[in-house]
């Protein structure tokens, strides 16, 4: 009964994988020979595993080295940002029943039903020299930032598409932690602060860790924001990806960088089996 | 007797307390008084208030009138955490994430007491509650009655000066709630701890209590000793909840019920003697017969030591209690009331 599905993974997931492997080791016959006959500045195997030499250029070259330091910057900014703010709303949204904190729950979700690239164009005139910000502030005699095509632009286009997802799975977990538990903490003398500390996050872990593990993964990887809203250079490696494979004609370059890219989601994604886990330990009780 | 020296020795005094939901007034101008080391219960049927009311003490609820004083001290502008009362959840309210101990040690731990004075007081009470060996266990592993102590643990080690507890043992199947119901008791007089106890449970009540408070609508109609509750209720409504009654309009006048508007009487089940009617000398004790009310057996319940006979009269149905010897389903009998309670609009009118 299970075979279909393995199958289906092995083909359409698995063989990519491998191909491109060994491709990024400098295989360039087989299934790789047609992207090989075009390919330019390529590392051709040179014993029986391959070769390193894609990976050697690709990480010592200065200008992707940069680019993977503000990869990881950018992606670790941003987790932490939708984190404090997903967690805070979901708590606001526990804690208080006013209309605002509703309110503020549903605003919060909204960028899940606007297209990423829309999004990403919106942020830009927001923030460009001519845009809304500095348009407003220059109303009050303030000289406002110009973000657009900053590292900043792209760290407040990835709080903005990864919000909906992290409040979402944050705040199921929060809201999952009942009344009785919180004012048994209360009612022990704890405050609202030691309470939220001390019993609602160590409640919420798991979904945290999830969506925290997401959110990660999914700006580490992301192309459309960096793209849009970020600067020439440096920029995030789903950009360099993109121009390597397409306008430098460097495929191998690209796959490379992709592993790279591919090794930092495993360690967070250890992350993340880690809570799954924890989940079913639980479940088994 | 509100002097100021009775003021301050009171464990708990609750005046004029109300509590609005919207245009809902679900605690009345509510008065109630539990002195030190007394076990008070507020007894009523399910949505009368208790929650409400226990709520507004441990300050998880403000009130919209009222004063609350835990040992001659105003509360009712303080948050839980700076209240000097200990809340036993219905449904316990472990932290799931927290060992049986750390549990226990939360609250000592937010007073910031040495560590081995923690250990030492958390130790003292887990043995309390017979719970040292499950110290280290997640509350998850552990059996309701067994969480139901932890949750006792962790307030009785705060040592507060007020014991809250909400239908305590409502979450325990029957014979466990039976025996931690007398566990609770024990210790609570041992200890001395002024308590007040919520609870649906007339058994519960009458069981633990030193003084039942009986609510009703959000007012309480009648606080006193378990006894003094049955044998004397003060309205209908108390006598209905505590005990069963049997409820006969109009009064009883020389064994006959005379009706009268507004009136009512009532007679305990154990009250309500059956004459079987070819008994030898039924006829002759007591009234004539024509002055006596006649019923015949229409259903028997055994009840272990005793049965519950139910008797047809006229058009209504009486309970009675019959020990030993039962009668027959469709026995005719001869029904004497004793011990008659007569309400006028509610309100008991003689004493017995
Ligand atoms: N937060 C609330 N909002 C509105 N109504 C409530 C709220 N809490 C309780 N009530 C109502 O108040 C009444 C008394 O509730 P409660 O004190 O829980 O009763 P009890 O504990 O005696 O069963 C019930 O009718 C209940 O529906
Ligand atoms: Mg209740």
């Known amino acids: 009964m299970a075979l279909p599905p393995i199958v289906l993974i092995l083909v359409f997931v698995g063989l990519p994988i491998v191909t491109a492997l060994l491709y990024s080791l400098g295989h360039t016959g087989g299934l790789n020979s047609v992207t090989a006959t075009i390919a330019q500045h390529q590392h051709v195997a040179t014993s029986w595993w391959g070769t390193l030499d894609a990976y050697r250029e690709v990480l010592t070259n200065a200008r992707l080295q940069r680019d993977l330091a503000l990869t990881v910057t950018v992606t670790v900014v941003s987790t932490v940002a939708v984190m404090l703010v997903a967690f805070g709303i979901a708590l606001y949204q526990r804690l208080s029943d006013s209309r605002l904190a509703k309110a503020l729950a549903v605003l919060a979700i909204v960028p899940m039903f606007i297209p990423v690239v829309i999004g990403s164009w919106a942020i830009l005139l927001f923030y460009s020299g001519t845009g809304f910000v500095r348009t407003a502030l220059a109303q009050i005699g303030v000289e406002g930032p110009v973000w657009a095509y900053t590292q900043t632009a792209i760290i407040i286009g990835s709080v903005w598409t990864s919000l909906p997802f992290a409040v979402l799975m944050i705040s199921s977990g929060v809201q999952a932690v009942p009344d009785a538990v919180i004012e048994a903490s209360r009612d022990a003398g704890a405050s609202l602060a030691r309470t939220v500390w001390s019993v609602i996050l160590p409640m919420a872990t798991v979904p945290v860790i999830i969506a925290a593990t997401f959110t990660a993964i999914g700006v580490l990887g992301s192309f459309t924001v960096p793209y849009f809203t970020g600067p020439n250079a440096p920029t995030m490696l789903g950009v360099d990806i993109n121009n390597y494979f397409s306008s430098f004609n460097q495929p191998q370059q690209s796959v490379v960088m992709a592993f790279v890219v591919f090794a930092l989601a495993s360690v967070i994604g250890a992350a993340y089996v880690w809570a799954n886990f924890r989940t079913a330990a639980k479940a088994v009780r | 007797m509100t002097t100021q020296a009775a003021r301050a020795t009171d464990g708990l005094r609750i005046t004029g307390l109300v509590k609005r939901f919207g245009d809902r007034t679900v605690v009345d101008d509510l008065d109630l008084t539990v002195h030190p080391g007394e076990l008070v219960s507020l007894l009523g049927p399910s949505g009368c208030g208790k929650t409400t009311t226990l709520r507004m003490v441990a300050g998880f609820l403000a009130a919209d009138g009222g004063s609350i004083e835990i040992e001659g001290k105003d509360v009712v502008g303080l948050p839980p955490e700076r209240r000097p009362s200990a809340m036993v959840f219905q449904n316990y309210a472990l932290w799931p994430h927290m060992t049986v101990f750390k549990n226990v040690a939360y609250p000592l731990r937010l007073r910031r007491l040495p560590k081995h004075e923690v250990t030492d007081r958390v130790e003292h009470v887990l043995g309390l509650v017979n719970l040292l060996h499950h110290r280290d266990s997640r509350p998850a592993t552990i059996s309701g009655g067994e969480q139901q102590r932890a949750a006792l643990a962790r307030a009785l080690v705060q040592e507060p000066q007020l014991l809250l507890l909400d239908e305590p043992l409502s979450n325990l199947d029957a014979k466990l709630r039976v025996k931690v119901r007398e566990d609770i008791r024990e210790l609570q007089q041992r200890l001395g701890i002024t308590t007040v106890l919520v609870t649906h449970d007339q058994d519960e009540a009458l069981s633990m209590s030193d003084r039942i408070a009986v609510m009703n609508g959000g007012r309480i109609e009648q606080v006193s000793a378990p006894d003094e509750l049955y044998t004397d209720p003060r309205t209908e409504f108390v006598a209905g909840f505590v005990g069963q009654l049997n409820s ?24 309500v003697r059956l004459i079987p009617v070819d008994e030898p000398g039924a006829s002759a004790a007591g009234h004539a017969p024509q002055d006596r009310l006649r019923g015949r057996v229409v259903r028997v319940v055994p009840r272990g030591a005793f049965h519950e006979l139910v008797v ?24 004497d009331l004793a011990r008659p309670l007569l309400f006028r609009d509610g309100r008991r009118l003689q004493e017995r």
């Open chain 2, 248 to 271: 006969l309009p109009g009064r009883l006048v020389g064994g006959r019920l005379v009706p009268e508007e507004g009136l009512l009487t009532g007679v305990r089940p154990e009250d």
């Open chain 2, 312 to 335: 047809e009269v006229e058009d209504r149905t009486l309970h009675s209690l019959a020990v030993g010897q039962s009668l027959p389903v469709g026995q005719e009998v001869y029904v």
